[in-house]
């Protein structure tokens, strides 16, 4: 009888083998691709709408949620920030940061202190929204505005650059350091394919002068949101 048992377990493995590989191929075949490109290609891929903002909220979008890590103990904002330090900040009791180093790109300043950085939206929220968010369930935009799946998704900055940027696009701000800017854009331009966002003809206009000109070398890297 045992050894019968045994043969039963066997062949129930070996069924199961082609089962789980079948599982897994096809896991495989519809997760996103990462896609690669040139700023100008990628400006391209962009479509061109209208924005509109009617019915906006900021609580439209909740934030900061658990995060990625749901045994961390840490919100989305600690998360980013840990994972942006240059100098690892001490993670005290209710995921209390002390310590730490950061840079914010937008401007090049040195920080050492985690109340001093906002963790900035690349796409705002608000042009998110004009974008094509409004049409979106409550949990995409959660999804969106908790994005750590893309590390161009969410930045920490100084909080004068995130506040003087507030919820404009490049055709209306640009970071105050040229030597973030094409970087900058070609982040804008990522997180807009990425979530299937729109551009006005304004905003395109913009990015075109950028990716026709002084940033015509910078590569696109994005994933389409799942």
Known sequence: MI?????????????????LSS???????????????????????????EEDRTGYTRSKFKH??????????????AEVLLAEAVVAPTVEAGCKL?????????????????????????????????SGASAWTAARREAYANDQGADVSLVAVTARTNRSKSDQDPAEWMPPSPQAQC????E?????LRWGLTADDRELQALKVYAEGPCEDTIVRYTPAA
């Open 183 to 186: 970087r900058y854009v070609g």
């Open 98 to 130: 002390t310590g730490g180093t950061w840079v914010s790109y937008y401007d090049g300043q040195e920080v050492t202190a985690a109340g001093s950085l906002d963790i900035d939206h690349v796409v705002p929220l608000a042009e998110a929204w004009d």
């Open 23 to 49: 599982q897994a191929s096809q896991a495989a075949q519809t997760a996103p691709v990462a896609e690669v490109t040139t700023l100008a290609d990628a400006v391209g891929l962009v479509k061109a709408t």
């Open 64 to 77: 900061w949620n658990g995060g990625d890590d749901a045994g961390d103990g840490c919100n989305t904002r």
């Open 188 to 192: 804008w331009v990522a997180t807009k």
């Open 3 to 19: 050894k019968n048992l045994a043969r039963g377990f066997g062949a129930l493995s070996l069924a199961l083998v082609p089962l």
